[in-house]
């Protein structure tokens, strides 16, 4: 049975996406159309280009995920100019790296730009810092004067996964000037939206997969200093606009994955921990089909 997919952001935390994506080809679905932010997009890329649940699981263990931290290179000693960098270009890292994974993945299925997939096989999410928007990828494109058929499927997921001032962002050049773009999580971190919409009725079932607790059940934000303080109000932002968005009525449609823990950053990411994401997933995905209906 076809059904469309949303996928949320969470960083490294993502693999428990790949968990509960098993469990979705376990049980007989397959998504027609598929959205995500940040680690979500990369997921629902890959599944746009048919790759299956083992594949992608594959594809990332076989991975060194520190490559993704690429630093631009300098004689100057590193602690130093770390700090420089951030000032200056607005992120510790380059991000080349992953939209070079991306690209190659996609490309070994035949996918470089988005007029390479049925129209509205896949849409992403990203944070227009410029002009203080969110942007959904192709879509949106039009609005910059750029065609969206003909722009880098792996370029928009690399914009969807600028997480502020750990990626650089993405300079898009448009009629002579530049919109800074970053992580889509900044302000639409679920897009359960693109596809479920009140009274709006629906072409297939919609079935989202968040990297977080049900609104009920979400843990309180402690903050007893600056930093603290920084977490919540960064989360707070982050998931403000969803949440308001997903009602009882939605929630019910919403494959839900508690995972602390586990840090968004942490490419350090031991074998173990990325096999306990991946079964979390599927136990929470196992769990909620029981009583699914759609």
Known sequence: MYIDGVFSGGGIKGFALIGAYAEVEKRGFRFKRVAGTSAGSIVAALIAAKYTSEEIYQLMDELELEKFLDSRKTYIPLAVTKWVFL??????????ELEKWVKEKLAARGLRKFSDLPQQALR???S???NGRLVVLPDDLIHYGIDPGSFSIAKAIRMSCSLPYFFEPVKLHTRGEASIIVDGGVLSNFPMWLFDKDNVKKIRPVLGIKLSHNAVDRPKNKIKNAIQMYEALFETMKDAHDSRYISRKHAKNIIFIPTEGALTTEFQLTQEKKQALVQLGEQCANQFFSQWTY
């Open 87 to 96: 000032y200056w270009r607005l992120g510790l890292y380059k991000g080349d």
């Open 124 to 126: 992403v999410v990203a």
């Open 128 to 130: 227009d810092l410029t």
